[in-house]
């Protein structure tokens, strides 16, 4: 037996159950019609909700930058990676998200996988939600916190686990997505933050969906709840509404303190690249001066929506742009998307392991750069290959 029999098998088993797939080419910019593979499709599966990844004011703030600081930052924050740049950055965040403090790092993943297992140890424990996305997990993974999961939004198990095992810990770390990614629904936040309360517990939302979508001028979902002040680590990412690539989180600024000497990813990881550093201020001062790209965002995800519903497609509990096409079985989720493709818009199906098996769906991210004619062709492919496949 070669030693690369069970790669092979595992590959064979991918094609087999109907799941395997070749990663598409995109040859140009992420924007609302891309050319991929060689041909002109509509783009429905990008997390460029506002259309600041192609923005001009955008591309020259990096263009900008990199003729003034390089092209790399060099080296890791702590010896002589932590450019001004970064540091305007971070301010501006935090002014941003109305909270005290903000550190940034090189992406959302590499914040939660940094942030988590700095602030818990041995003796505490994390409860998270069972849908909390693939970082989430990882970061809990490190941490050498005890780990609870509770069901999925329900903060009555949530109430259970911490009335089970609140005293049995020094500090408690409740984590949740605040939008979650595949369904696009919101956290019941109010409540969690209440029952953080009546258990002293400290409250982690990871809000990378809600970044830039929702609150005033996207300034994410606890501003869309009046929560200011009320959860201690806000996680957003700078790759999605933002438009660039990064993450960070807005907390305290002795937590900040802390975070500059133990998040792993700061300590051992290059600094952002400056061209996304001030990309990122540029997509950040455009969402303070106006709203025009969330409300146009907002109106074109209602416009989809509704039409997809009046076709009878089932749409899930989403409340948000993400707008998840409920499939079920993971082959003809693949086979739906595909048909899609043949018709001139690209969704990438989502199946197991991603989402539990027989719930396969298309997510299609809608984007405030969609033009109505854009739209209005995809609803016209969802409607043929739904009535091809009998989705609809």
């Known amino acids: 037996m070669h030693k690369w029999k069970f790669m092979d098998e595992k590959v064979q088993k991918l094609k087999d159950d109907g799941v395997y797939r070749e990663l598409p080419v995109?040859?140009?910019p992420c924007?609302?019609?891309i050319e991929l593979d060689g041909r002109r499709v509509?783009?429905?599966?990008?997390?460029?909700?506002?259309g600041f990844a192609t923005h001009p004011r955008v591309m020259r703030a990096a263009k900008e930058a990199v003729d003034e600081y390089g092209a790399g930052a060099g080296a890791v924050r702590t010896i002589v990676g932590n450019q001004d740049l970064i540091e305007k950055l971070e301010d501006l965040l935090a002014e941003f998200k109305q909270e005290e403090a903000v550190v940034a790092f090189q992406?959302?993943?590499?914040?939660?996988?940094?942030?988590?297992?700095?602030?818990?140890?041995?003796g505490d424990l994390i409860i998270s939600d069972e849908l909390n996305h693939a970082s989430i997990i990882d970061g809990v993974r490190l941490s050498k916190?005890?780990?609870?999961?509770?069901?999925?939004?329900?903060?009555?198990?949530?109430?259970?686990i911490l009335k089970e095992r609140r005293d049995d810990y020094r500090n408690v770390l409740i984590i949740t997505d605040g939008v979650f990614s595949m369904d696009g629904d919101l956290a019941p936040l109010e409540k969690i933050v209440e029952l953080a309360k009546q258990y002293d517990a400290l409250t982690y939302v990871d809000d990378a969906h809600g970044s830039g979508v929702l609150g005033r001028s996207g300034r994410g979902t606890v501003d869309h709840l009046g929560l200011h002040g009320e959860v201690d680590f806000i996680v957003g990412t700078l790759s999605k509404a933002i438009g660039v690539v990064g993450g960070y989180v807005a907390t305290k600024k002795r937590v900040k303190e802390w975070l500059?000497?133990?998040?792993?990813?700061?300590?051992?990881?290059?600094?952002?690249p400056?061209?996304?550093?001030?990309?990122t201020i540029e997509s950040v001062k455009m969402l303070m001066e106006s709203e025009e790209y969330t409300d146009k965002l907002w109106e074109n995800a209602k416009y989809f929506k509704k039409n997809l519903e009046k076709l009878g497609f089932d749409t899930g509990i989403s409340e948000t742009p993400i707008t998840p096409v409920m499939i079920g079985e993971e082959a003809k989720t693949l086979e739906f998307s595909k048909a899609l493709l043949e018709a001139g818009v690209f969704v990438?199906?989502?199946?197991y392991p991603t989402v539990p098996k027989g719930k396969g769906r298309c997510r299609v991210m809608i984007s405030a750069s969609h033009t109505r004619e854009d739209l209005d062709e995809a609803i016209s492919a969802f409607e043929k290959a739904g009535r091809s496949l009998g989705v609809i």
């Not at 500059?260 to 952002?272: G, W, Y």
């Open 107 to 122: 992406s959302g993943l590499n914040c939660n996988i940094g942030v988590i297992q700095a602030i818990v140890e041995k």
């Open 31 to 33: 924007d609302h019609v």
């Open 145 to 160: 916190a005890d780990k609870a999961v509770y069901k999925h939004s329900d903060t009555d198990d949530l109430e259970r």
């Open 26 to 28: 995109n040859h140009g």
């Open 42 to 50: 509509i783009n429905l599966s990008s997390n460029n909700y506002l």
């Open 260 to 272: 500059l000497h133990r998040a792993r990813p700061l300590l051992f990881s290059t600094a952002l």
């Open 274 to 279: 400056p061209a996304a550093t001030a990309a």
């Open 348 to 351: 990438s199906g989502i199946v």
